[in-house]
């Protein structure tokens, strides 16, 4: 079987940085995604990391450690617009298909 | 806009009842997923298909069915519907069968069983 676990709830103030870290337990792992989800609202990407390292995308990084079966994700320079929930996605191998699990996510607050 | 679309945007029924989530995927993608995220919870992977064929399956109980027809657009159908079924339900594209990792979302069908 597999599975995800984030933090449930997250709160950080407006231009800081926050850190949402996703561990996971899952075989034939291939990558973690990061998913933005304000309320009401669809899933959107926003990352996805196949190797070991950082990948950047303005103000938001995703870092992954597959030995230690480990990611996060970064916000920088925090804004309103940044309170949703994250969810960390995982690609595995699945009875010779390929599927993605969602973690429960993180519901991010952005305080004044 | 992702370009996914689906309907009806909401849905509200009585137990026992069976209803139909339509979605059509991006222009040119063949692959669709569908999801259920009940209240405060996370993306729970109901099913997956391609060019028309079953590829992937979740927890999706047997109450529940799916195809995806000759143009790709999909449906969801749920039937003898209980209260728990109440959910946000959504479904995705990419463009091949892989779950590639960008999954694109469609704004999602409230489903409130009363």
């Known amino acids: 079987g597999q599975s995800l676990e984030q933090p449930s709830e997250v709160t950080a103030v407006e231009g800081a940085i926050v850190q949402i870290n996703c561990t996971y337990q899952?075989?034939?792992?291939?990558?973690l995604s990061w998913y933005q989800q304000h309320d009401g609202g669809a899933p959107t990407f926003l990352s996805y990391?196949?190797?070991?390292g950082l990948e950047e995308t303005g103000r938001f990084s995703s870092f992954l450690s597959r030995s230690d079966s480990y990611g996060y994700l970064l916000l920088q320079e925090l804004q309103m617009k940044d309170s949703a929930s994250y969810f960390c996605a995982v690609r595995e191998d699945s009875g010779g298909y390929q599927k993605v699990t969602f973690g429960t996510g993180t519901k991010l607050q952005v305080i004044p | 806009d992702s370009g996914v679309t689906q309907t009806p945007k909401h849905l509200i029924t009585a137990t026992g009842q069976r209803v139909t989530l339509r979605c059509s995927p991006r222009s040119g993608d063949l692959s669709v997923y569908w999801y259920q995220q009940s209240l405060d919870q996370g993306l729970q992977f109901l099913i997956q298909?391609?060019?028309?064929?079953?590829?992937a399956k979740g927890n999706i109980l047997e109450r529940f069915s799916a195809q995806q027809f000759p143009d790709l657009h999909s449906e969801l159908n749920l039937s003898s519907l209980e209260l728990g079924d109440s959910a946000l339900y959504f479904c995705?594209?990419?463009?091949?069968?892989?779950?590639?990792?960008?999954?694109?979302f469609g704004p999602g069908t409230r489903l409130t069983v009363l």
């Open positions: 899952t075989s034939g792992f291939y990558g």
């Open positions: 990391n196949a190797l070991d």
């Open positions: 995705a594209s990419t463009p091949t069968e892989s779950s590639y990792n960008e999954q694109f």
């Open positions: 298909y391609y060019n028309g064929e079953e590829r």
